[in-house]
């Protein structure tokens, strides 16, 4: 893979897996970047959206699309960064645009200076979330909880807690590319409980859906996903 070594320090991950769900094989890739990327990561479409963005979310955006450029090329190593292109959809989704890669599109999430992307197949669609751990952060998220996601709050580590529970409503938004512009409680949390190395949480309302999340010292990586691919993410360490 080609990447101008000026646009980004750090270090990039990728995983890519494949599944055979009822006789026919589903491909995933999983990117993360940390560090920061400037603009020469872009393609002109992409560009004009980075124009229009405030300063803030510029960095986060470059980094955005390396990691799920990054993503797309672990699936075909073939294709350089500048055959790849992530469109931002009506909603603010990302679009995939690729013609050596058809039927799959991107999930995408950045904090600071680390980005999650996962790519998939358009008939099992993903959503991801990153999010920093911050002392304290549960009293900001507890208000926007309903009254069972705050009793799944109780008992230690409760930050981590609230994270992982936000983390898990925003990645469910991005599957359904609403985003949180629908009510909370669309993406009720009603279960967890611990898998391997990370936490797993169920919705309300979508049965078919998990969340899976890891929790390093400094982020939460969540991955909302079909039920039936899970197996894909077990593989994820960080
Ligand atoms: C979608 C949302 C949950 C993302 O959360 P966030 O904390 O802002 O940022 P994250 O790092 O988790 O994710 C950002 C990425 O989510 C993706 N995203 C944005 N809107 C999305 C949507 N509706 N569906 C799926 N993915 C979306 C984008 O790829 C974005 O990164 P990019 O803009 O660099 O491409 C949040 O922005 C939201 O609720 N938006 C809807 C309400 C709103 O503000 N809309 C304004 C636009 S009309």
Redesign the pocket.
Known sequence: MEIDKKAISHSIKSWVRSLEIDGRVYAFSIAVVEGVADSSVLSKEELQTFEELGEL?KA??CL??VAAKSAVSALVPSLGFDRIE?L??I????VLRCDSLRGFNV?????GEVALAIVFPEEVPC?V???KLREGVSEMIAPELSYGERKLLAGSGKDAEAVRIWGAK?AM?????????VPARFFEINESEKRGGGKVYRYQHFDEYLAVTYTTSEVVFVFAVPIVIVKVIEGFYY
């Open positions: 979310r986060s955006y955005g699309r992530i931002s959809g909603f603010g989704q990302p999930s995408i999430a950045h904090t959503g979330d990153v999010e925003e938004s991005k599957v359904l590319r609403t985003g949180m512009a």
